[in-house]
């Protein structure tokens, strides 16, 4: 069964960049969102076995909403995405339970990658 995967992001083109790298590799695109408060529900409702969540985003960003999504839906496996420069928040979602990170512009087998890790975690 593919892995189902909840894209966050504000930018439209990084979510639609994403699903399509993800559609082609057979991954089950179950939402999107583009903040961490829309995120946070979407997570309680789809309980997705993986999320891509973007680090900066307008309204609550990806650090801040990253405990609450792991406490909406505990089972989910969170991949942060930050653009160059943000190494000290890509740490702090480390420590607050992020399992990997990608960085920004996507390259395809780095975001497989990523995927297959945590979903074995």
Known sequence: MALRVLIVDDAI???????KMLAEENYDICG???NGKEAISKAKEL???VITLDITMPEMDGVTALPEILKASPNSKVIMCSAMGQQ???IEAI???AKDFIVKPF???RVVQAIENVAKK
Do not use: C, I
């Open 32 to 34: 999107e969102a583009n």
């Open 13 to 19: 083109f990084m979510r639609t960049v994403l699903k």
């Open 107 to 109: 390259q395809k087998s």
């Open 88 to 90: 000290p928040m890509v």
């Open 95 to 97: 420590k607050n339970g």
């Open 47 to 49: 309980q997705p076995d």
